[in-house]
């Protein structure tokens, strides 16, 4: 089948082609499918790095500073930075941008400023389609850069290679902040504006709350290790060893150990760097430990199950909205007419659905 013309530019590596295919995916106009599904065989090769936190944490300054380091490095970069849609008149600032002009005549940066458009989670519809499209235009690195987010609008957890969660000293109860969903997802975190008062505080807090789950994994990875000994007794004999081994076991302080084996019985330890983004201060190490967690992805078991269990999702995703816009097209009316019924509780809502998905799966 012959390319579509803008898709063959997009592989061609032309900016102002990928730019057009960004905003006719993200319109959802177009030939925007057929180019997606001629793109996809491209896709695969970028590693993307989600950059998520509260407002105000500095997640815009930080990642203008990795898109310097990573250009230094030779990298092509894409960059896509999501502003909250207005609930009250549609619109969006797009303003994340500015704080990186110093790359807009790069031709190996590309820069796209997404609307929310509503999208729950802390990014837009069209953001997971919009990294393909770099993915295949030869981007290296695709930073995604959600709004301000609180502690489950985490979307970019299930969109993204490798997530960093960006804190800030002086953003009120720290613990409030840094608990519950914020915490499971990161994979490195990063205690931005480290010279301002309380940034040790941040970081202590950090260290506890990740210590407390490890603690909680270790027990239960324990547990686990104890049923199976007793079945195989002595298979495991020396694995009390507090250094890494064949039982897999985390040196316990870890400042000795290499940041690239923070791992336990298969899972990554997110490593705490502080930072001052403003100035470029402890940017490069925070990129060496982002780079750490993308060789554990690559190189364990457990990592590349992590990346199957990412596209297992993405997989679920495009099924639901793709049969809900089918349904949409095909049952308007009948839709429209359940509405109805369950509003003069002629019908409760969880028989008109099923009658609904009956009726869209005999036609």
Not at 120 to 133: E, M, N
Not at 136 to 141: F, K, Y
Request: neutral net charge; aromatic residues 4%; proline residues 4%.
């Amino acid at each position: 089948m012959e390319l579509h013309p803008l898709a063959a530019k997009v592989l061609a590596g032309e900016p102002r082609a990928l730019a057009r295919v960004c905003r006719l995916v993200d319109d959802a106009v177009g030939e925007y499918r057929t180019i997606l599904k001629q793109l996809f065989p491209q896709t695969g090769r970028a590693w993307t790095v989600g950059i998520t936190g509260p407002p105000g944490a500095g997640k815009s300054t930080l990642t203008d500073k990795l898109i310097a380091i990573l250009r230094a490095k030779g990298k092509r970069v894409a960059v896509i930075a999501i502003d909250p849609t207005s609930p009250f008149t549609g619109g969006a600032i797009l303003g994340d941008r500015i704080r990186m002009q110093q790359h807009f005549e790069d031709p190996g940066v590309f820069i796209r400023s997404l609307a929310t458009r509503g999208a729950l989670g802390g990014l837009s519809r069209s953001a997971a389609d919009i990294i393909r499209v770099a993915d295949a235009w030869g981007a290296d690195v695709v930073l995604v850069e959600t709004v301000g987010v609180g502690q489950d609008e985490l979307e970019v957890t299930r969109t993204v290679d490798s997530t960093l969660v960006v804190m800030a000293p002086g953003m009120g109860d720290d613990i409030q902040a840094i608990k519950a969903g914020l915490l499971e997802c990161a994979d490195v975190f990063a205690v931005n504006k480290a010279d301002r008062e309380g940034a040790d505080a941040t970081i202590r807090d950090l260290e506890l709350m990740t210590a407390l789950g490890h603690a909680t994994r270790r027990t239960s990875h324990a547990g686990k290790a104890a049923s199976v000994q007793r079945g195989h007794h002595g298979a495991q004999a020396g694995c009390g060893s507090a250094h890494h081994g064949s039982c897999g076991a985390v040196v316990p302080d870890a400042q000795d150990a290499a940041p690239r084996a923070r791992h336990e019985q298969g899972h990554w330890e997110a490593p705490i760097v502080p930072c001052v983004a403003l100035r470029g201060e402890g940017v490069a190490p925070l990129l060496e430990q982002l780079e750490g967690h993308k060789e554990w992805l690559e190189g364990t078991e457990a990592g590349r199950e992590r990346k199957l269990a990412r596209l297992r999702e993405a997989m679920r995703n495009q099924l639901r909205q793709t049969l809900l816009e089918h349904a949409e097209r095909a049952m308007g009316a009948a839709i429209d007419a359940a509405v109805m019924a369950v509003s003069r509780r002629e019908l409760d809502p969880y028989t008109a659905a099923e009658q609904l998905v009956l009726q869209f799966t005999q036609t």
